[in-house]
């Protein structure tokens, strides 16, 4: 179950919404995560630049 997360510095790009929260143990962590219906993609990663590149780079495979 994830745990419920405050997100902070949150950005859209395109149907990705991308977010900095804190994870269990401190450390900053980023999230990828897209909004359109039943695509289901989301993924944490160690920097945001990675975050953001992902969300430039994800495609849906729902159409």
Known sequence: ???NRRFRNVVR???VRVGTSYDNRG???HTAAC????C???A???SRT???LAA???RCPVR
């Open 35 to 38: 909004t359109a219906p039943r």
């Open 40 to 42: 289901g993609f989301s």
């Open 13 to 15: 790009i395109g149907p």
């Open 50 to 52: 990675a975050a953001e």
């Open 44 to 46: 944490d990663y160690d």
């Open 27 to 29: 450390r900053e962590q």
């Open 1 to 3: 179950m994830t745990p």
């Open 56 to 58: 430039r780079t994800h």
